[in-house]
């Protein structure tokens, strides 16, 4: 029967027999020869999906980075020159792939401070990277890149707050001054359980708050009261009149002339006219 001649090494006329005994010869050299380097281990296929797993396991899919841009220190200054004083004009490119968000251009400043709101990114993959460029601002012709730097979002801890502070790639491009510019921002990376829970943030450390620059705090709808204290008694004396008074007996004269040219009116007869 067939399992006798399985046995034996022997197949059965026919198709059925010289498949299995291909695929048993098959079976036989992969198992002297080792596994094939091409083909992914077992559960893993070449899409890279064990990553995309990997990624939706550790949390950062769905998740959510906050940006601020606090400042810049020793930019280069790519400006023409042409005004006395006239230098760099920065601004801030965010990009996170796709995404990007941008400051506010600060006028002839190569140490800016934006302190500038939150830019929310939408994370997929523990691959994104978080890219700053600073730009000189230009009016007619492209914008000037200062230098950039990156951050993974791998390196950063879910729910803690973080000020980073790297320097800036310059490229090839030479400085007279020798010195570097500088980037501070401030990085909040949540995943989608932390966003679900309503954003859990860790504590900032002494290290970290000493960092952060320091804001006034503004009442809303508050308008300040001028203050004179500094002006002395003088600003709160009353103010000298314009027009000095007549004397009284001045006074009585001028009544009694305005009463009789009243009397006098008042006797005229209109009626002849």
């Known amino acids: 029967d067939d399992g006798d001649a399985a046995a034996l090494g022997m197949t059965r006329p026919g198709g059925g027999g010289g498949r299995g005994s291909h695929g048993q010869r098959q079976r036989q ?5 080792g596994p094939d380097p091409r083909t992914p281990p077992q559960g893993q296929s070449q899409r ?5 797993r990997g990624a939706r396991e550790s949390g950062f899919a769905g998740g959510r980075l906050r940006l601020r841009v606090l400042r810049a220190l020793n930019l280069r200054n790519t400006a ?6 006239d230098v760099s004009d920065p601004f801030v490119l965010a990009k996170v792939g796709r995404q990007e968000f941008k400051t506010e251009v600060m ?3 190569l140490n800016p401070v934006w302190n500038s709101r939150h830019f929310e990114f939408a994370i997929e993959d523990e691959q994104d990277t978080l890219v700053l460029e600073v730009f000189n601002a230009q009016q007619w012709h492209a914008h000037d ?4 730097m990156e951050i993974p979002i791998a390196s950063l801890l879910p729910g803690k707050k973080e000020v980073k502070r790297g320097d800036l790639d310059e490229g090839d491009a030479y400085r007279d001054d020798g010195k570097r510019g500088s980037l501070e921002v401030e990085v909040l990376f949540l995943t989608a359980k932390q966003l679900a829970g309503g954003g859990t943030v860790m504590p ?11 804001q006034e705090q503004k009442v809303k709808n508050w308008v300040p009261l001028p203050n004179f204290s500094h002006l002395g008694p003088a600003a709160f004396a009353a103010p ?7 004397s009284i007996g001045e006074q009585r004269r001028m009544m009694g002339t305005y009463n009789s040219r009243a009397c006098r ?9």
């Open 29 to 33: 050299q992969q198992h002297d020869e």
């Open 48 to 52: 890279g999906e064990p990553a995309a």
């Open 80 to 85: 023409l020159g042409i005004l006395p004083d």
């Open 107 to 109: 006028q002839n400043n």
């Open 145 to 148: 890149s200062l230098g950039h």
């Open 204 to 214: 900032e450390n002494d290290e970290q708050l000493a960092a952060r620059p320091k």
């Open 240 to 246: 000298k009149p314009e027009v000095a008074k007549a």
């Open 265 to 273: 009116l008042g006797q005229y007869d209109y009626s002849k006219e």
